[in-house]
């Protein structure tokens, strides 16, 4: 088993220093013992003006089968019977050579060279060679892997004996890759893509796999033509690890677009776990100060309920919120019941929850069969995955599962998935997102998705003096870009809806107080008259945003973020 890697070399440049990227002397013939064999370094040219260094596998046949192994590396290409003693596994690239570059050139891989740093981030005239690849889809499949990524590809089939041409081509090719490319990258790719063609990994695939491959493809699997093909054949295709994978590697899509860090897009869930599915809890002080504990807590039995209990005018709960006579009624529970309303009122059926977060409004979408539709998105993968699990759509009737859908998106682009439905709420979302990025959600929303209803809830500033835990100054969320006061939010409103032909109403959320208003506001937006065919610079124009919001400096970034729509 058999890579090489050449570079040439200039006056400024020579080409030996591959040898400090690789972290592997020239001069020298080194050793390394793996677990199937022995690899082998050494450079079989090493002048300024040009460099080979080779990586030479000898794997131990009798090594692989005592790991358990054999039998199934040889990919079904033998009888069960002989799999674990013949096969291809010493001599054609594979899993066995990626595992053997993640060991022998580990620092290379990731980009680290202590010695001379400075060439780490500088591009190489590299010329890969491969003498014997296992092709599972032939030629065509190794060109369309490699070309995207800048290599020009050359993949020569290997025939099965080239005394005997009739017989045909092996599945095996020649595989020369020459471009210009970091050391690093062309590695991290061949990590990742010789496994891949070979397509029959030699160990157990487990849930670290998916990291190995995130880290691998970093900045260049997220936007491959094939990177579905990839990740599937990567963690051999075990359905529940490819979902995953594919999930984080939107999610790293959309940082890369958004020029940040994918852990910043993925911020919806506190570090705090999630131990039980359907305890309904927000961190948020906004609901923190009477903590939303029961999402049944409040609603009365009426399907038209709009948000009050029998005894909420009679008394104050916590932070001057209304209390029942068992318990206190949250603010949580205040605004679920408001939208709810609102939807109902509506005549909507099939509806987004924008920024779904954990599923809260979802699962109580659910429970009224009035809504035969319910989508949630969120940028965060693991809100999503705790949606899931709090929905339990593992275990959801058939009939149940069909009214619901959660899939990962960014309300900063357009997306066609989100049109064609009756309403779409973002609930506690658009104080999540920088100032700037407003008209970018507005026009997702109002100028390409479009429903007939939406409705928009967020914190009403003005009410944060009621709050006794809240200091003076501060926002109910440190994610929070900004709060508005009622004013502030009801010019926004009111410009969106001029701007793409709906109307809008006010309507408070949770006790009003005479002085300060309710502690959340909510508009709610019906379609005055179809789509007027706005593009998206007329419709959203950063220059037409309220005016700057009530906040503090050491609330809000001092740099522009990634908008975050999950609900706090």
Known sequence: MFLTISTTGTVDRPATDLGFLLHKHPDKAQR????????????????????????????????????????????????????????????AASSLLAVALGSVFSSALKGQCK?????VGQ??????????????????????????????VTAEPIPLDEHFPEWGDSRYVRLVLEGELRLSEALRQLYV?????????????????????????????ASHPEQQLITRRFLARRWSLTQEALERLELV????????????????????????????TDTDPDTDPDTDTDPEAGPTADPDATGTTSGAESGDGPQGLPESAERPVSLAVHRREAILAALRAAGASRVLDLGCGEGRLVAALLKDVRFTEVVGVDVSVRALRIAARRLRLDRMSERQAARVRLFQGSLAYTDGRLKGYDAAVLSEVIEH??????PALEYAVFGAARPATVVVTTPNVEYNVRWESLPAGRVRHADHRFEWTREEFRRWAREVAERHAYTVDFRPVGPEDPEVGPPTQMAVFHQAQPAPGRTPTESATPGRTPTEPTTTATDAPTDPATPKETAA
């Open 193 to 221: 893509l010789l496994p891949v063609l070979d397509d029959a990994k030699h160990y157990w695939v487990a849930s670290d796999e998916v990291e190995k491959l995130v880290r691998s493809g970093e900045g260049w699997l």
């Open 115 to 119: 010695a001379r740093p400075e060439l």
């Open 433 to 438: 997102l920088d100032l700037p990025r407003l």
């Open 253 to 280: 899509r959309l940082a890369e677009a958004d020029d940040t860090e994918a852990e910043d897009l993925d911020n919806a869930v506190t570090d705090a776990p999630d131990t039980d599915p359907d305890t309904d």
């Open 32 to 91: 390394f013992s793996t677990s199937h064999g022995t690899a082998h370094v050494f450079y079989p040219e090493a002048t300024p003006e040009r460099c080979t260094a080779a990586l030479l596998l000898e794997v131990d046949p009798v090594a692989l089968v005592r790991r358990g192994r054999g039998k199934g590396a040889a990919g079904g290409s033998v009888h069960p019977s002989l799999a674990q003693y013949v096969n291809d596994r010493p001599y």
């Open 123 to 152: 591009p190489l005239p590299l010329r890969l060679e491969v003498p014997a690849l296992p092709a599972r889809g032939g030629a065509e499949l190794v060109v369309r892997l490699f070309e995207p990524l800048g290599w020009t």
